[in-house]
């Protein structure tokens, strides 16, 4: 059975920074693709960041302030986030997914919430 575990979350003033760490079981982040994801009040879920064999991909609202990596010895992956805004709140999943396929495994978030 997969399990996804985010944490880092929290409360951070504008142009601050927060990591959210995602740590697997089940699955292996090495061998997976993943995502993190976001959703904020009354808005779909949006694509934030991945990883996968061949790269990493941002959504043009992040890029250039969110970094996506992870660690295949602790089996977790990491979202670096930089010049925090308000409208970066939300709350932050994490996903896994076999290789070139839909994820299929999602954590069960952590809240980010940037003050003005």
């Known amino acids: 059975q997969v399990q996804l575990v985010e944490s880092g979350g929290g409360l951070v003033q504008a142009g601050g920074s927060l990591r959210l760490s995602c740590v697997a079981s089940g699955r292996t982040v090495s061998s997976s693709d993943m995502g993190w994801f976001r959703q904020a009040p009354g808005k779909e879920r949006e694509f934030v960041a991945s990883?996968?064999?061949?790269?990493?991909m941002y959504a043009d609202s992040v890029k250039g302030r969110f970094t996506i990596s992870r660690d295949n010895a602790k089996n977790t992956v990491y979202l670096q986030m930089n010049s925090l805004k308000p409208e970066d709140t939300a709350v932050y999943y994490c996903?896994?997914?076999?290789?070139?396929?839909?994820?299929?495994?999602w954590g069960q978030g952590t809240q980010v919430t940037v003050s003005s």
């Open positions: 996903a896994a997914g076999e290789k070139g396929l839909a994820y299929d495994s």
């Open positions: 990883i996968m064999w061949f790269g990493t």
